[in-house]
């Protein structure tokens, strides 16, 4: 299982930290900052599911004028830490 911290951009949440397992399996997402009961709530949505998957259910959704959001910031850790793998 491999480890990951992400700092998200124009949201309230200022760090996003997840693990992957060999199979691509999202793990132990943890938000740091941003709203107390939505945050962990995504965080056990998304355990043990394909993070890929999870990416596309998550990319694009917006909070708000900000043009993104923190499950949208996930996404986008999600992206870039898979794209590390295949690299």
Request: hydrophobic fraction near 35%.
């Amino acid at each position: 299982m491999q480890s990951y911290t992400y700092r998200p951009q124009r949201v309230c949440s200022k760090q996003i930290d997840f693990s992957l397992d060999d199979e691509g399996r999202l793990h132990d997402v943890k938000f740091l900052g941003g709203c107390p009961g939505n945050l962990p709530a995504i965080g056990r949505l998304v355990e043990g599911k394909d993070a890929a998957e999870i990416a596309d259910i998550l990319r694009g959704n917006q909070c708000g004028a900000r043009g993104t959001s923190c499950a949208d910031q996930l996404a986008i850790a999600l992206d870039e830490a898979l794209n590390s793998r295949t690299a």
